[in-house]
């Protein structure tokens, strides 16, 4: 049990590597210095594919590891997850894994292979979100990326310490309609960002 590493996947929607300082793109867009820190800390995928790119479908083939038209999940419009079949969550669950997603879901059916799930409905909203809370709906006051990195932290606190555990921490944002949270409006002061 020692040997089992600790997940954390952190999930930000439509985020390009390009708005990842820690990729070095000369046409940097962003100063990332966090991502960055867990770029070098952690690990940094120098060679990959997005198997698909939208919101659902990306959802679904990382939990699957298999593409869409393996795993069924195919559009967000008239798609929804069969959470039935094997996905890694539940390969860890039942390895003694604790295991938890917090934050946008975006597959219509509810998640499976969690024991503990707090999820946005639909696409979400950046302010003042309504969520699911292991199948309770509930209102939370605050911005959307506050929420889910706050109730990520409580689970990372509450959780049994003797146990590995992975934490699906799925943000939101950057995803449109892009709405920061009200202390960031103006941070860049029109600051103008080179087309790519």
Known sequence: AADRPNIVFLFSDDHAYQAISAYGDERRLLETPHIDRIAREGMRFERCLVTNSICGPSRACILTGKYSHKNGFYNNSNSKFDGSQVT??????????????????????????????HILPGQGIYYNPPMIHNGMKVKHEGYTTDL????SLEWLKKRDPKKPF???????????EWEPALRHLGHNQDRPFAEP
Not at 101 to 115: N, Q
Not at 148 to 151: P, R
Not at 166 to 176: E, F, G, S, T, Y
């Open 88 to 117: 890694f969550p539940k390969l860890l669950q039942s390895a003694g894994y604790q295991t938890a997603v917090i934050g946008k879901w975006h597959l219509i059916s509810d998640p499976t292979g969690f024991d503990e799930w």
């Open 148 to 151: 889910i990195t706050d109730f």
């Open 166 to 176: 992975l934490l699906m921490c799925q943000h939101k944002a950057p995803h449109r």
